[in-house]
């Protein structure tokens, strides 16, 4: 069975994630800060879970080193969880913002890659955004235009980067960014738009299931490769 961990997967696209990973057969580890919502999760969709918070190395290494104990190996590693970022501006809030929609991804990612080496299939996959597409954000017909997230779209384009940068140094693991499409979720609820998180989470079981010999080191919408 494949062996998955999805980071910030309580709720939103992660959740949904787990559910429709849960659905094709997967052993899915729910990782969440909160303790409680985490399994709570966890046991609504007969999940297993581990306390991970992507902003703090010791609660990283734990969660994995109970992976490693339990299952021996990790197949699929879903970064999901990230911030909006959206208020004020200034270095607190962009430490908070880049800690964890970026430096998370490269705890995350070390502490697991020992776990993805033992796999036959590895596969990582980055839930980014475009929002961090220069492309994106320069196109006047495209909704990123007039995004009032400077912190959020620059850790996403750091996001993307490193995905890339991954791909490149570990040529044995597939590892691709996506753009989820506009979600309903807790991070945009202010601005009342988005569709249900179980559409935005087929993209990333698409990219999450992909075989061997698929491509690595792409940002992808459900549409196919996209620019950024």
Known sequence: ?????????????????????????????????????????????????????VTDDASVRDA?????SSEGRLDVLVHNAGVLGDGAIDGPTALRVFDTNAVGIVRVTEAALPLLRKSPNPTVVTVSS?????????????????????????????????????AKSQPGIKFNALEPGTTATDMTAAFGIGRPPAESARTVVHLATLDENAPTGTFQDEHGTLRW
């Open 130 to 166: 475009s929002a961090g597409s220069f492309w994106a954000v320069n196109e006047p017909d495209r909704p990123e235009f007039n995004l009032p997230l400077a912190l959020y779209s620059a850790s996403k384009a750091a996001a993307t980067m490193l995905t890339v940068q991954y």
């Open 64 to 68: 994995l080193a109970t992976i490693d």
């Open 1 to 53: 069975m494949t062996v998955t961990l999805i980071t910030g997967a309580n709720k939103g696209i992660g959740f949904e994630t787990a559910k429709q990973l849960l659905e094709l057969g997967h052993i899915v580890y729910i990782g969440a800060r909160d303790v409680e919502r985490g399994k709570a999760a966890a046991a609504t969709l007969g999940a297993r879970f581990v306390q991970l918070d």
